[in-house]
């Protein structure tokens, strides 16, 4: 998937601000504050609303909660390191790309992140070279793969790690929509008896490094590199280096052919992908713990390449701006099919999560709905100073 087909995925555009809309809001010493649990996470208490806007976020969860068309189903706001604000909705989900009906989500449901799990897999890469188990993201992908050997040409011999991790193989690859069914690369890979000997033998449409080119493929590529440098699947090597020192427990991480799915299989609580933007917002660190190193976290969320018209792409990373009253406000996110997001405002000390079951839904409204709250969210943020 070119740069220019991608745009429409993820166009965070004009949006009437939801929390513009005369709603009813609950009062503001009950709405959406978290409750306190032993999750390593430090809540706000009533006092704490210098921090947000508590009613804008109040009316703009009380329009999603009455919105007869919205599939929105958790916000979440971490501001200087404190859970600020927790909401969670009620809607259809799919589970195994299989919709369910009428779930009521709360703190303990686990969430389909789709391709907020390759985000994810950026950490566990960065935890992989930080023990040295990796040497650098510059290593040849045919060096971890001898078996593939008979693939390799001068062209495909240049592919490098970091090629995956910026989308920028350079191999010819349809990416899953709903308009394209079952006749994309990803199911043809994902049936393979081989996924990383299909990959690897599509054909060279341009030279590595040079274009943004969004390919899932590549996340089955890092996913068995993880397996071969750590000798674990990525998802066990992950529970131990990345989601034990975060206190994330329930996890489920979906695998095929025997290694993770790394494009897309994650399944996290929503207050842990909140963990995640902070321990990317604090460097790399979770409360007193360096987890992932402070280089990695510099390096993987900074641009290497223009990836749609407002958009760039580090290692696995997107990366953007919000605009809001003639001032920009950037942004680092990890953002998945459906309407799932993390967003990391380092100017702000901020973090929003936001979940939602647009699953099939490729139609620009339904990536402004989630965009949308993320702008009303730094409006509140930016209001209460």
């Known amino acids: 998937m070119r740069r220019r087909r991608f745009v429409s995925f993820f166009a965070g555009t004009v949006l009437t601000p939801l929390a513009a809309a005369p709603v009813h809001a609950e009062p503001s010493e009950s709405c959406g504050i978290p409750v306190a649990r032993d999750d390593g996470w430090s809540v706000a208490s009533a006092p704490d609303d210098k921090l947000i806007d508590r009613d804008a976020l109040c009316r703009m969860a009380d ?34 790309n299989r919709k369910v009906e009428n779930v009521t989500f709360d703190v303990g449901t686990l969430h389909d992140m789709k391709s907020v799990s390759k985000s994810v897999a950026s950490l566990v890469v960065g935890t992989a070279i930080d023990r040295g188990l990796i040497r650098s993201v510059d290593e040849p992908i045919f060096s971890f793969f001898p078996e593939l050997s008979d693939l390799r040409s001068p062209e495909k011999d240049r592919l490098q790690l970091a090629h995956a991790l910026t989308m920028s193989l350079g191999l010819k690859w349809v990416e899953a929509t709903p308009s394209n069914n079952y006749d994309n690369d990803e199911v043809r890979m994902q049936m393979a008896r081989d996924p990383c000997r299909y990959v690897l033998g599509l054909p060279v449409v341009s030279s590595a490094g040079q274009e943004f080119f969004y390919n899932t493929g590549a996340l089955t590529l890092v996913s068995a590199i993880v397996h071969k440098a750590t000798g674990r699947p990525l998802d066990e090597f992950a529970r131990q280096t990345l989601f034990e020192p975060l206190g994330i427990t329930a996890v489920e991480w979906k695998r095929v052919r025997g290694d993770s799915d790394a494009g897309g299989g994650l399944r996290l609580r929503p207050r842990d992908m909140a963990k995640i933007g902070q321990l990317v917002l604090a460097g790399g660190r979770w409360n007193d713990r360096q987890v992932v190193s402070k280089t990695w976290i510099e390096t993987s969320t900074a641009p290497k390449l223009k990836a749609t018209n407002d958009q760039s792409y580090g290692y696995l990373w997107w990366l953007g701006r919000a605009r809001l009253n003639g001032r920009e406000v950037p942004w680092v996110g990890a953002l998945g099919r459906g309407g799932q997001s993390i967003r990391i405002v380092s100017e702000l000390d901020l973090v929003v999560v936001v979940t939602a079951g647009y699953y099939q839904d490729y139609s620009p409204q339904a990536f402004r709905v989630q965009f949308g709250i993320f702008r009303d969210i730094v409006r509140a943020a930016l209001s209460a100073g």
């Open 63 to 96: 329009q999603l909660a009455a919105s007869t068309s919205g599939n929105v189903h958790s916000v979440l706001v971490a501001r200087r390191g404190t859970l600020l604000f927790e909401r969670y909705f009620s809607g259809p989900d799919e589970v195994n």
